[in-house]
C-alpha cells in the first residue's frame, strides 16, 4: 500500500494544454507502477468551463484561487502527504499562483516541494533579469524547493543566471505511450513526399511562415503535400489561413484537416515522412516527441527543448520567423527523402530510448526518493 503521497497542483485533469497531459500521464504511470509514492491530484486555477471565456475567467479567477487555497489548507491535515508538486509557467499568475502557495509551504505545511516548469516566456524571463526586485522574489521562489524540473537546457542556464541553485535543477522532457505508435510507412523514393503539421493552428506555431516557405518550394519541387492539424488558437484564424493558401494556389498541396485525436492522430503521423513545426517559442512539443518516435525527420526552429532534441541525424533546426531558411530546410529533405525513409528506425528507436512515458516517471520517482529518504 502506497502511504506516501505526492500532491500534484495544477489545472483539472480535464482542463486542455500540456501540462495537464504531462500531469495525467504522470500520475496514471506512477500510480500503476511498483513505486512507494502515490500520485494525487488537487486542482488550483481555472476550470475547464472558463477555458473559452477570457473575460469572465479573469474576472472570477481570483475568486476561486482563494476557494482553492482553503480548499488546500484542509488537503494538508493528511499527514501522509510528504511531497507538493507545482506546476508553474514563466507566466505572471501561474508564478503568482504557485509562489503563493510556496509561501505557505515553507511556513506552514513544511513539506518537501517540486516545482516542474514548463511553459516559458522569453520576454518575460528578461523582465525578471532587468529587476532586481523580480529577480529576488524569483530567487527565492526556486531556491525554496527541493527540485526544479525545466524542458531544456537553455531554461536551466537562464535560471542559475537568476541566481537559482543549480544542483537542484533537473532537466526532463515530455512524452509519448509506446503503445500509441507505430513507425511511417515504408515508401518507394518516387512517391510523393508527405509532410504534416500537429498542433495548434496559429500565427505564433509559424503557419504564416511556413504557407510562405511552401510557396518558394512549389517553384521548384511540387512533389509533395503538407497536411496541418489542429483547431485555431483564435476566432476566425483557420479562415484566415485558408484564405491564405487559396490566394497562394497551394490549395491542392497544403490541406487543413482539423483537429484529430488518438488513433486517428497516430495513423497521420505513420503516413508522413516529415513533421514541420517552425514554431516562434516553446517548451517541450509533445507532438514533435511522438513524431520522432514515429521516426518522422523533423524540421523545427530551435526554440525550447528543441535545441537540444533535434540534431542531424534526426531533423533540420531553423531560427524562428525565417521564411526563406524554413524554405531551404524544405527542399534540402526533400531532395535527402531517400536517406530520410532510410534512417525511420533509428529516429525512432532514439526517441523510444529517451521520451518514452516509463524513462521520464522513472525519473520522477528518483526525485521523489532523494528529497524524502536522501538516496
Known sequence: MKNNKVLVL??????EGGMVVFNRGLIYTLNTSQIKFKLIHFTVGSRTSLFYYKRLKSLIYPFVLIFDLFLLAFKMNDKNIKIIQSNPSLIPVPLIRDGVIQILNVFFFKRKSIIVLHGWKEHIYKSIAKSKLLKYLIKSFFNSADTVFVLSSDFRNKLIKLGINESKIEITRTFFYDKDISLSRNLDSNDRIKFIYLGRVSKLKGIDELIDAFEI???S???????IIGHGD??????????KVNDKKLSEKIKFLGRRDGSEKFSLLKNADIYIFPSYME???????EALASGLFVISTDVGALDDIIHDGNGIKIKPKNVNELSK???KSMRNIKKIRSIKNQISIEARSKYEIKKISNQFNKVYLKITDGK
Open 329 to 331: 530546410a524544405i527542399i
Open 217 to 219: 518550394v512549389i517553384k
Open 221 to 227: 519541387r511540387n512533389d509533395f503535400e503538407c497536411q
Open 234 to 243: 483564435k476566432h476566425n484564424v483557420e479562415e484566415y489561413f485558408t484564405k
Open 10 to 15: 495544477g489545472n483539472p485533469l480535464d482542463h
Open 283 to 289: 517548451g517541450c512539443p509533445t507532438s514533435v516527441i
